[in-house]
């Protein structure tokens, strides 16, 4: 089935004279031609190193090719030495299967040029579609993972009995889970480009085959499983994913950000959906500004508690009557500031008022005040911890998308 679909984009290209390739729906190159004299910089890079790069895959992912139905042209880029080329997606019953791309930098294809580009797609769209069949089993894959990671115990003890059929099982002694995922609202095009995006990028690391690898794509999510030994520390998996996030960010050209957050290191698959709970809550800080775009479960203090309440009841309703009777009174949120600071040093005066940039005399009287309006006894200390408990669930509601 490969020699039927190389020998017929040697065919095509021959017909028309001009490069022709086939990309997987990642934009990575699976067939070739031989160069007609028009090749580029991207071209001779996907032919000589399996990879355009991220920056060129980020481009072709920009013209929303994933959503595409119908032949469109990649226009030229010359910072990536990208010349123009036709695309045209290869579809087999509403399935993305790749793309056909013919080099066309000077917009010269005739319209009978066109149409001979468009059968070959449908003929190499059947030619894929029954390869993919024999040989793809991706889809269940991503389908036990996910079944893995989920909350239904049945589900996860028939994936481990799959994957326990496998010598996958025995690369994962001990699993940290990575979650990916989309920051802000986007429109359906760009969600489709973030999706290859995150696709590209996650079977990126199975391919190369350092790390062993397991992962899933959903909607705007991706999730990651690392094999690793007691010897892998923290810091390499940091790494690992940073430059990951790193890549989604040249394939998004711009378009839209990415977020991740790590979970804590588990012995064995049967654990895996604890280590990906933790880092969906990572991934849900990073996400909502709480953290940093990569957040890692371990280092969420008490936001890693909070995070654990349900999206639909993070609102005011939540927050303790203490902070509600404090944010009464002070609409401004100078006072609000001053408890916050005081609370975060521990009480500590002279620390708290260091770091509001006041007088300790300052500082002193507006805790006087917050005790004089809302009759609070800031003594007490389980006064004081509702009030930081609050201000700090405040912090999520804030960041909430739905506010």
């Known amino acids: 089935m490969e020699n039927a679909i190389q020998s017929a984009v040697d065919q095509l290209a021959e017909q028309l004279q001009r490069s022709v390739v086939i990309n997987d729906p990642g934009v990575h190159m699976l067939y070739s031609s031989v160069h007609f004299g028009d090749e580029d910089q991207a071209r001779v890079q996907a032919i000589l190193k399996r990879d355009a790069g991220t920056k060129a895959i980020g481009h072709v992912l920009a013209q929303g090719v994933s959503t595409w139905t119908t032949a469109g042209v990649i226009p030229a880029n010359e910072e990536i030495g990208m010349k123009a080329r036709v695309c045209v997606p290869i579809r087999w019953r509403g399935e993305l299967l790749g793309q056909l791309m013919v080099m066309d930098a000077e917009g010269s294809l005739t319209t009978s040029e066109l149409s001979k580009i468009n059968h070959s797609a449908t003929d190499i769209a059947a030619l894929m579609a029954v390869e993919g069949q024999k040989e793809s089993d991706s889809g269940v894959q991503e389908e036990t993972v996910r079944d893995l990671l989920g909350r239904e115990a049945t589900l996860r003890r028939r994936a481990l009995e799959e994957l326990a059929a496998s010598p996958v099982s025995e690369r994962f002694e001990n699993v940290t889970a990575v979650e990916f995922g989309l920051q802000g609202t986007l429109d359906s095009a760009t969600k489709s480009h973030a999706d290859a995006a995150l696709r590209t990028v996650l079977t990126m690391g199975s391919r190369q085959g350092r790390v062993p690898e397991l992962h899933a794509v959903a909607p705007g999510t991706g999730l990651l499983l690392l094999g690793n030994d007691r010897s892998s520390g923290e810091t390499a998996i940091r790494v690992h994913v940073q430059k990951m996030l790193d890549q989604l960010k040249d394939l998004s050209s711009g378009r839209f950000a990415c977020v991740a957050g790590i979970g804590p290191s588990v012995p064995g698959l049967e654990q895996a959906h604890k280590t990906a709970r933790h880092a969906h809550l990572a991934r849900r800080a990073a996400a909502n500004g709480l953290s940093s775009p990569l957040t890692v479960w371990a280092d969420l203090g008490p936001y890693a508690l909070l995070l654990q309440i349900p999206d ?92």
């Open 312 to 403: 639909e009841d993070v609102n005011d309703e939540a927050l303790p009557e203490e902070v509600r009777r404090l944010l009464a009174v002070d609409p401004g949120g100078d006072l609000t500031e001053t408890l916050r600071a005081y609370l975060d040093h521990a009480c500590n005066g002279p620390a708290a008022s260091e770091a509001l940039h006041i007088h300790r005399t300052t500082l002193y009287y507006r805790l006087g005040r917050i005790a004089e309006m809302t009759g609070l006894d800031l003594s007490d200390g389980r006064t004081r911890l509702s009030l930081h408990a609050g201000l700090t669930m405040l912090d999520l509601i804030r960041a909430s998308p739905s506010r």
